[in-house]
């Protein structure tokens, strides 16, 4: 036997074996998974970033789909837990063979960060602001979103323009709640705002009246209130039973329709305020996708909805530029595929940019998506009122108002 030519034959086959590969995931198309709080304090939040990765899914495929074949989704439910996060996320690579997995929470997130390393699936959020992730993002872990440190930041730049003399934070116990409360009070005391009372309280009480106690008896001129859904409710009628009549800074588990549906109207219109990182509304991309949003759907895109719609962008751009069709191969093109190359803003741009063999920088619905070594773009936000049982744009601030 001629050993010699016994390894090039072998070599052939597997390198027609290999090569065989993309045109084989090409046929099947490939699935992602879309790993959200359906239920729970954020469910809100998670069908609105199913819907929207949907939306984008369908844009990707409508222009013909990837290299890799069509897109096709996998949704689960984490109800909020980490645990069940981590169980959904390994069955859809063990099982569904995602390729990538979108739409963890904060918490689900940081638990899933080993999975996505250990099996190569890179997992995308567009609304884990957690600063943990400022840390240990990065390689295999992304966000669309910027860090809870941004929120921080905005919120206490709003509450030292309202011209405020006397504020209170009532701040529920979570990493993701006191970190950028950290944040927002150090701008308050800077300004020389009187803080009156910074308290920590814990979720999941039939009654907040105690911890109501002494910031209702320093009758401050407004209430910083960085609070879940369940437990911001409570404290809004709370506070407005015991004759609360300042104003409300509230973060962003509040800014959806629904509370108007729990507290009186009349408690938050004209009076309430709710921070929010959101995209600007002024750039042609993100006009576009609000006017495709609303053709498709008939509404007008829902908070973290631009965020959302880019992740879907991000994978499909990223199996578009990639050497294969694998989780490992889209980690390697993602970051490349946001800086550097010809600005595209839809994939049917970036698809007939790479087919010429240019590299791409897709400009998302939610802005520019230059990662930090975290993973992490920087972020604008929004200021909305509480307008006639509505949120109501307020106040934006660019990215550019915290460098």
């Given at each position: ?151 921080g930041a905005a919120s206490g ?11 209170a934070f009532l701040v529920q ?131 973290f909805a631009a965020n959302s ?95």
């Amino acid at each position: 036997m001629n050993f010699r030519k016994t390894m090039t034959a072998a070599a052939a086959i597997s390198t027609a074996l290999v090569s065989a590969q993309p045109l084989l995931a090409a046929e099947d198309g490939v699935t992602v998974g879309v790993l959200v709080p359906l239920t729970g304090e954020l469910g809100e939040f998670g069908k609105i970033v199913a819907d929207a990765v949907q939306l984008g899914v369908d844009e990707v495929n409508a222009a013909g789909g990837t290299r890799c074949g069509p897109l096709s989704i996998a949704v689960a439910d984490t109800g909020g837990s980490a645990e069940q996060a981590i169980r959904e996320a390994n069955k859809m690579i063990d099982t569904e063979h995602a390729v990538a997995i979108l739409g963890p929470a904060s918490g689900e997130m940081v638990a899933l960060v080993d999975l996505a390393k250990r099996k190569k699936t890179p997992m995308m959020s567009p609304y884990a602001g957690t600063i943990t992730l400022n840390e240990i993002g990065g390689d295999y872990v992304y966000r669309t979103v910027s860090s809870d440190l941004g929120d921080g930041a905005a919120s206490g730049l709003w509450l030292t323009e309202k011209g405020y003399k006397r504020v209170a934070f009532l701040v529920q116990n979570e990493e993701s709640t006191i970190s950028p409360a950290q944040v927002a009070k150090a701008a308050v005391e800077a300004a020389g705002i009187e803080l009156t009372d910074f308290i920590i309280y814990n979720p999941g009480q039939p009654s907040y009246q105690a911890e109501l106690i002494s910031v209702l008896a320093h009758d401050p001129d407004a209430i910083y209130l960085a609070g879940g859904q369940e437990s911001g409710v409570t404290v809004l009628k709370e506070a407005a039973s015991g004759g609360f009549e300042g104003e409300w800074l509230l973060t962003a588990d509040l800014a959806v329709p629904e509370v108007f549906e729990s507290v009186d109207p009349r408690v938050l219109n004209d009076r309430a305020y709710v921070e929010i990182a959101e995209a600007d509304s002024s750039l042609p991309e993100f006009k576009a996708f609000s006017e495709l949003t609303v053709e498709k759907t008939g509404k007008e895109p829902g908070p973290f909805a631009a965020n959302s719609y880019d992740m879907a962008m991000l994978t499909a751009i990223s199996l578009e530029a990639a050497d294969a069709c694998t989780g490992e191969a889209l980690n390697a093109a993602l970051r490349g595929i946001t800086e550097g190359g010809e600005k595209v803003s839809t994939f049917a741009a970036a698809k007939q940019a790479i087919s010429e063999g240019k590299d791409v920088d897709y400009e998302g619905a939610a802005g520019p998506l230059t990662m930090d070594e975290s993973g992490t773009p920087a972020g604008a936000y929004m200021v909305k009122k509480a307008t006639d049982g509505a949120w109501v744009d307020e106040k934006f601030y660019a990215a550019s108002a915290f460098e």
